[in-house]
C-alpha cells in the first residue's frame, strides 16, 4: 500500500488511520463495485415482488431491467471511490498538511487527479470524436426511448411523443454528441 509521505510527520494516529482507510478503499474498489452492483440487482429485481402474478409495468422493469441497474451502480460505485478519496486529500488533508508545514510551499502531493468516466471510455473502448459520441448518445436514448416505451404507449397523447422521439433522436443525438465532442476537444487544448 503507497503510504502518502506526509503522514509521517504532519498528521496524528487518528488521521493517519483515516488517511489510510481512504487510501486502502482504492484498492479494494473492484470488489466494493461488484458488491454494490449485486445488491443493487438483487433490490430492484425484488422490488417486483408485489406484481409477480400479473402483468404490470412495474414488473416488466423490476425483472428485466434488474442487471442493468446493477451494473450501472456498480460501474458508479467503482468509479466514485477513487474521486472521493481524491476529492477528500485535495479539500480536506492537504490543506492540514499545508497549514501545519507553516503555510510555505509544500511540493508532496502524491495523487494524481483521477481519469475520468469519459476519459476512460476515450482511452479502451472507443476514440470520442463527434460521430462515436453520436453514436453513443443516441444508443442511450433509444434505450431509454425504449425503455418508456411501456409508459408511453399507454395513453394516445404520450404515443405522438413516442412517435415524435423515435423519429427525431437522431436528430438530437448527432447534436448533444457534437457539442459534447467540441467541449472535449476545448477542456483539451486548455
Not at 459520441?133 to 404507449?153: D, E, H, N, R, T
Request: proline share 4%.
Amino acid at each position: 500500500m503507497y503510504q502518502n509521505p506526509c503522514t509521517l510527520f504532519l498528521f496524528n494516529e487518528h488521521e493517519k488511520r483515516k488517511i489510510l482507510f481512504s487510501r486502502s478503499l482504492i484498492e479494494y474498489r473492484t470488489g466494493l463495485g461488484v458488491l454494490v452492483g449485486l445488491m443493487t440487482t438483487i433490490a430492484v429485481f425484488f422490488i417486483q415482488y408485489p406484481w409477480s402474478g400479473q402483468q404490470s409495468w412495474m414488473h416488466s422493469y423490476a425483472a428485466y431491467g434488474a442487471f442493468p441497474a446493477g451494473i450501472a451502480a456498480g460501474l458508479y460505485a467503482w468509479h466514485a471511490v477513487e474521486w472521493r478519496d481524491f476529492r477528500q486529500w485535495e479539500e480536506k488533508w492537504l490543506p492540514t498538511a499545508i497549514a501545519r508545514s507553516g503555510g510555505g510551499h509544500f511540493d508532496i502531493n502524491p495523487l494524481v487527479e483521477p481519469m475520468r468516466f469519459s476519459d476512460r471510455v476515450d482511452k479502451h473502448i472507443a476514440h470520442l470524436n463527434a460521430t462515436t459520441c453520436s453514436l453513443i448518445f443516441m444508443l442511450a436514448g433509444y434505450v431509454a426511448i425504449f425503455s418508456l416505451s411501456p409508459l408511453l404507449l399507454q395513453y394516445a397523447i404520450t404515443r405522438w411523443v413516442f412517435v415524435f422521439l423515435m423519429l427525431s433522436w437522431w436528430l438530437i443525438a448527432a447534436f448533444l454528441g457534437h457539442e459534447y465532442a467540441s467541449k472535449r476537444q476545448s477542456e483539451r487544448s486548455l
